[in-house]
């Protein structure tokens, strides 16, 4: 008797951690994926530019791109080479992204599924989400509040400021979905020329 397939697909929910409405988004992501494709993955679903550093905390295990002079006594394992195959052990149901030590956005992932992926299926893909992606170099959540209350009240000493810094309106329920999808379809094909 053949043994079952395991599941080779996830569906993940990334919640931005300190800011209330907490920005979400929810993919679905192929298992085969090293954890360096999840964070390029992740910039696409939050539309962050991929300009700082990053880590995954997985496991008790931090993987990113390690550098041959890594500061302090803990290790990191390369990202670019460990893959979300991890997944299916069970031992992690959540996990911890972080991205821009400056501002510090940290990102809590949650395992929703494990599935098997349909044939022809293309992933990532992004699934659904909500609230806007904090601007990068904002300064982190105590930052962002007050990006928030000054560019919403047009009497506020920085609100011009921040309007041109910003380059337009910031509206917190437009996540951008086009742009997101467009991301994805990207990454998708990637994926689709490298197999």
């Known amino acids: ?4 397939a395991a599941p080779d697909a996830a569906r993940l929910r990334i919640s931005l951690h300190d800011l209330d409405p907490a ?3 929810m993919i679905d992501v192929p298992l085969s994926m090293t954890f ?5 993955t ?7 530019f991929d300009s700082h550093l990053w880590e995954l905390d997985f496991g008790g295990r931090r993987y990113g791109l390690p550098f041959d002079d890594d500061f302090g006594d803990d290790t990191v ?3 670019a080479t460990a893959r979300l195959t991890k997944l299916r052990d069970g031992k992690a ?3 911890l992204y972080t991205y821009d030590m400056g501002d510090n956005w940290e990102h809590h992932i949650e395992v929703v599924e494990l599935f098997d992926m349909a044939k022809g299926v293309r992933l990532p893909r992004f699934v659904d989400g909500r609230w806007r992606t904090p601007p990068e170099d904002v300064g982190g959540p105590p930052g962002f509040e007050m990006f928030l209350e000054a ?4 009497t506020h000493e920085e609100h011009q400021h921040l309007l041109d810094w910003y380059g337009k309106p910031f509206n917190r329920e437009d996540i951008e979905r086009d742009i997101i999808d467009i991301q994805m379809s ?3 094909n990637m994926r689709r020329a490298k197999a």
């Open 1 to 4: 008797m053949n043994k079952p």
């Open 23 to 25: 920005p979400w988004r």
């Open 36 to 40: 360096k494709g999840l964070h390029d």
């Open 42 to 48: 992740i910039q696409a679903a939050f539309l962050w």
């Open 77 to 79: 394992y390369n990202a």
């Open 93 to 95: 149901s959540a996990f």
């Open 151 to 154: 560019i919403g009240d047009p």
């Open 186 to 188: 990207r990454l998708a």
